[in-house]
């Protein structure tokens, strides 16, 4: 068990309000079984290692477990553990970021696509081939070996969660396998076989679709989570994404939408439509889009650093709150459109650029991402929420938006075991 006292700031968030942080200040948390068992007020430390700790000479109860919590509140506790205390001396305390939305299983390098992008060229869909053709070309190990190190990046900047799709492999032995490597690092894994049509069927791309529907989703049962499709000019129709994620749906697959990222298109409503749990990307949305959204109860998942890195216009995050959709902020990492895979990164620009308050982009890739997800365990550091979380260098949470390209994130813990350490070693 742990105790960790000395925060003060600590984000524990309403996974129901955008923005809502819940900030308790000069606080303390108290994990056990890597989940959090209480958080508060450091003056109420005491008593809440009273209530979880109780008797040191009675019988020790079992684990907590997901029936040890009712409302948010622990009713059981393990007695007779050893207490770690670890004081921050005044450092804040926010709940692991949860990336709702990355590619990060692929092989080869777009650096000098993104130069010439810089240099005037305009971004479009088909430069995925060209990641396509090198994913296909690398080794298993290889694959995963990337993987790891793109996560291992992203963990030393705070992020405890991730969602990560397939979609370089567009074949059924390359997508199947890349989900068996995702399935490997994280339960969040996302078939997007529909990302684009690959080179061979580029004269009969309604032949890719069939074979989407009917051999590589087959294939992938068991194997993804969720069914994504890149619906967009270039990529693939409003009746193709209409095939593919009702056949995904059948199968087992929970639906989710690349949308709107390069054209005014219907993605967004067809979206709504079919239920998808999140849209992402919307660069542009209409009033009608928002609003069917926004009644559909859709997650919209903005991208900053795509729109950094394609020199897209930003969408105006006060015109998604206005309408009343739900909020969430990812990296998208890829190597093609945007290669960050940094958290602090989007919260910097989703407040400068989208004008997200501080608060509302740090709940958008906490609480948010959670919701994308369909998750009630992360992005918030409640009693019974996973023991997530990272400890930041600065004395608020809004120095993640206040400064911007440093490294501020600390210590980073993933269910209660230090997972990253960002440190001086000495």
Request: aromatic share 6%; charged share 20%; proline share 4%.
């Amino acid at each position: 068990m742990q105790l960790i006292t000395g925060i003060s700031e600590l984000v524990v968030n309403d996974l129901d309000t955008l923005g809502a942080l819940n900030v308790v200040e000069d606080a303390a948390v108290l994990i056990g079984g890597g989940r959090i068992l209480w958080s508060g007020p450091s003056a109420q430390a005491d008593t809440a290692l009273h209530d979880h700790l109780g008797d040191a000479d009675s019988t020790p109860a079992e684990v907590v477990n997901d029936d040890d919590i009712e409302n948010g509140t622990l009713t059981s506790a393990s007695a007779g553990v050893e207490l770690e205390t670890i004081d921050l001396g005044g450092k804040a305390v926010v709940p692991g970021f949860v990336d709702s939305h990355n590619h990060l299983i692929f092989a080869g390098d777009r650096s000098a696509e993104f130069a010439a992008r810089m240099a005037g060229e305009k971004y479009s869909a088909g430069g995925i081939a060209t990641t396509v053709a090198a994913t296909r070309a690398a080794s298993d190990e290889e694959l995963e070996a990337n993987l790891v190190h793109l996560m291992s990046q992203a963990t030393r900047q705070g992020t405890t969660t991730f969602e990560i799709k397939s979609g370089y492999g567009l074949t059924v032995k390359d997508e199947v396998r890349a989900l068996e490597i995702i399935n490997r690092h994280t339960e969040e894994s996302t078939l997007i076989a529909a990302h684009v049509v690959p080179p061979e069927f580029k004269e009969n791309p309604q032949a890719y679709v069939d074979l989407v529907i009917d051999e590589i989703i087959p294939a992938a049962i068991g194997q993804a989570k969720w069914i994504d499709v890149f619906c967009e000019k270039g990529a693939f129709t409003e009746d193709q994404t209409r095939r593919i994620i009702e056949a995904g749906k059948a199968a087992g697959m929970k639906p989710r939408l690349h949308a709107n990222q390069l054209t005014d298109g219907g993605a967004l409503r067809l979206g709504a439509e079919l239920g998808c749990v999140s849209v992402d990307h919307a660069t542009f949305a209409s009033d009608e889009d928002l609003a069917a959204l926004a009644e559909a109860g859709t997650v919209v998942t903005l991208l900053p650093s795509i729109e950094f890195s394609t020199r897209q216009p930003y969408p105006d995050a006060r015109r998604y709150v206005e309408a009343g959709v739900s909020l969430a902020i990812a990296t998208d990492c890829n190597p093609g459109s945007g290669f960050s895979n940094s958290i602090p990164f989007t919260i910097a620009i989703g407040v400068r650029d989208m004008h997200f308050t501080v608060e509302q982009a740090v709940w958008a890739v906490t609480a948010g991402g959670a919701n994308a997800l369909q998750r009630t365990d992360v992005g918030h550091l409640g009693a019974g929420a996973q023991a997530d979380l990272a400890i930041l260098d600065a004395p608020s949470y809004r120095h993640l938006a206040y400064r911007p390209g440093v490294q501020l994130v600390e210590r980073v813990y993933r269910g209660g075991e230090l997972v990253a350490d960002n440190r001086p070693q000495v």
